[in-house]
């Protein structure tokens, strides 16, 4: 079995080592390579012996951040099952289609979400999943985690007729412009993913702080799964909070994490930004939208920590592209270049590839590709053509020096009076403005130009201004078809898990507002 028993491989090879710091069990919170072994093991052996689940059985759970995450996905390689972590954001109504689609045999959940997972499963209806609670008191039936590690199984639990094709899990796509689908990744995906991002970024020797949820790949795949593939440390923060990541740091020794521009701002503004030591760090990568400028000029004034952009998605990577620090400010706005293992074109509406400089459509190739998407062969025909091409949706140019720039999404995209208009340009002008915490553009209808752009606009803490000066403000740095028609002050944007923009609800919004 030479894939898919990460922690068997780590306890054989460094099992001594802290595997996982568990932030939320205080002193009792720390596991070697060999206690993540033995607590895959004991669950591995359970699920098998007590409960049935075999090859090919789906496993869900809901739950935050925690080393029982860790656990179900290790349990799962052993067996061959598929782990489904599930959004446990998501709607009564919402979880209950992706129970339906999925038809966990079992499903592990936290006790905060017992009530919500009740009325997802009403809803859902068929044979419902054998429910396990991971504390506090279960639904009658349910059995309790503690029984499934206290369980010694009666033989090693193999999976050896395992192929690199086989299915590991299940990650649900954002879900910003529609509803989510599964994508199937499979352990090709996931070692070819480690391979790039050992070739780009990681060392044995790294400690990573894991704040992401890891039902999105952003916090299963970016780095934790890499890590411990070759005998890192990945420190488990249960819910995102900027002064306890500041806190970690030095504590853990952690030099590298991963987080979208929004969280880096969060952490500047933070009480104990200034006085925190981040010299264990090496680098810190930013993700999800382009990383400001004047952000990465803020940081280094206090902290001269290298910064590097990347860019990836949860159906192919999620490592795509890279960029070193070295090229943070002169290549401002990128997502760097291609990684190792990855093929990248741009091509207009005919397919045929664009000139340099010139804005297309992403298309992506490579070994860390997922096998499509979950029973739906519609949506993966419809992304992945007959060459093996992901079609991603999003829009980009390539300059002179090999590096890509994200223009926007092509369902952003919108036409006012016959011109392209791309939304990110607008966003990035307005956070020129030192009053624009965060913005985001989408087009509306609109009788005499086809489509306009509205603007919606969080303001920074104690910042006052008005929306004509905001308008302004762009009118001096864009065309005139591209300023929005009209601009609106919130106090949030809605966001997906990744802390990516959810579009389709600021539609919606605007169309109710017009």
Known sequence: MFIGDWMGRGALYWPERTAVVDTARGAGGRFTYRDMNARAEALAGWLREALGVRRGDRVGLVAHNGVECLDVLFACGKLGALFVPFNWRLRARELAELLRDTSPRVLFHSGEFGEGLAAALGLAGGAPPMLVHLDGEGAPGSHAYAEALAHRP???????????????????????????????????????????????????????????????????????????????????????????????????????????????????????????????????????????????????????????????????????????????????????????????????????????GATGELLLKGPSMCSGYHEDPGATAEAIDARGWFHSGDLARRDADGFYFIVGRKKDMFISGGENVYPLELESALQEHPSVQASAVVGVPDALWGEVGRAYVVLRPGASTTAEALLAHLRGRLAPYKVPKRLDFVDALPVSAAGKVLKRELRERALLDA
């Not at 593939?229 to 853990?252: C, F, K, Q, S, Y």
């Not at 803020?298 to 192919?316: C, D, N, R, S, Y």
């Open 154 to 356: 009666a033989a090693p639990v193999l999976n050896p007729d395992v192929e690199a094709e086989d299915i590991l899990c299940l990650l649900f796509t954002g879900g910003t412009t529609g509803r989510a689908k599964g994508a199937r990744i499979s352990y090709r995906m996931v070692a070819w993913n480690t391979l790039n991002t050992l070739v780009h970024e990681l060392r044995p020797d790294d400690v990573t702080v894991t704040h992401t949820p890891m039902f999105h790949t952003g916090g299963l795949l970016v780095y934790t799964l890499p890590l411990l593939t070759v005998g890192g440390t990945v420190v488990l923060l249960r819910r995102w909070d900027a002064d306890e990541l500041l806190r970690l740091v030095p504590r853990e020794r952690v030099t590298l994490f991963f987080a979208v521009p929004t969280q880096y701002q969060q952490l500047h503004d933070a009480p104990l930004f200034r006085e925190a030591d981040l010299t264990s760090l090496r680098f810190m990568t930013s993700g999800g939208a382009p990383l400001p400028e004047a952000l990465v000029r803020a940081w280094g004034a206090v902290h001269p920590v290298p910064f590097k952009q990347g860019f990836g998605m949860t159906e192919l990577g999620p490592g795509i592209f890279s960029m070193g620090p070295e090229s943070a400010l002169a290549k401002a706005g990128s997502i760097g270049r291609p990684n190792y293992f990855v093929d990248a074109r741009l091509v207009d509406e005919a397919g045929r590839d664009v000139p340099e």
